[in-house]
């Protein structure tokens, strides 16, 4: 049995059946916990071939980030509760300066860091340890979350949209496709935001 073989037969049993929707939603849940670009170019290329609504596959993204932002946010506020770590907290030189600048300018800081690579999960738990309250916390995350995602998402689906009616048989490769390139995007918006930053 080959490979192609049993990429079909896995991805017919994944899309038939009336749990096939539930059990996609949650795998989009899921992925977006380790990998939220590839949870995205997954759910974009799967409404684009027909196997879950772009509604469904929206929601679930959305879910996933929101729920993972806020883990984040969560394991920053207990992280304060551990005494030897807030002292050294308390004692580095450049605790005073962040905690300074991130709770002055939350929101917009907030809203910056969903879209720079490397510094959302730090950012997101320093909210947490500060702490930022709570729903402006959310309300920054919430917005962001949503122009990154219906952005990325429907470039995506359209695109995808249009190389499968081209390429059916290769439409499984989209996905790495178009994680690659969310990839490189965000290297260079990286890139061009710390050298701005210097």
């Known amino acids: 049995m080959g490979a192609f073989t049993l990429i079909s037969e896995f991805q017919t049993w994944l899309v038939s059946g009336s749990a096939s929707f539930a059990l996609l ?3 989009i849940v899921l992925l977006s916990y380790l990998l939220e670009d590839l949870a995205i170019a997954t759910a974009a290329i799967l409404s684009a071939q027909g196997s879950l609504p772009p509604s469904l596959a929206l929601l679930a993204i959305f879910i996933g ?3 993972g ?3 984040l946010y969560i394991l920053g506020s207990y992280t304060r509760k551990i005494r030897w770590l807030r002292y050294r907290a308390l004692t580095n030189v ?4 962040v905690k300074r600048n991130l709770q002055q300018r939350a929101f917009l800081n907030l809203f910056i860091i969903r879209f720079i690579p490397g510094l959302r999960t730090i950012g997101f738990t320093l909210s947490g340890f500060l702490p930022v309250p709570l729903p402006l916390f959310l309300s920054a995350v919430l917005l962001a979350s949503s122009i990154w995602t219906l952005l990325v998402f429907t470039l995506i689906y359209l695109l995808g949209s249009n190389v499968l009616m081209l390429l059916s ?3 499984w490769g989209l996905i790495p496709v178009a994680f ?3 990839f490189f995007i965000n290297r260079f918006l990286n890139k061009s935001f710390s050298r701005g930053l210097s």
């Open 25 to 27: 939603s949650v795998g």
């Open 65 to 67: 980030i929101v729920t």
């Open 69 to 71: 932002d806020l883990g």
């Open 94 to 97: 450049s605790y005073k300066r």
């Open 169 to 171: 048989e290769f439409k």
């Open 180 to 182: 690659a390139l969310l």
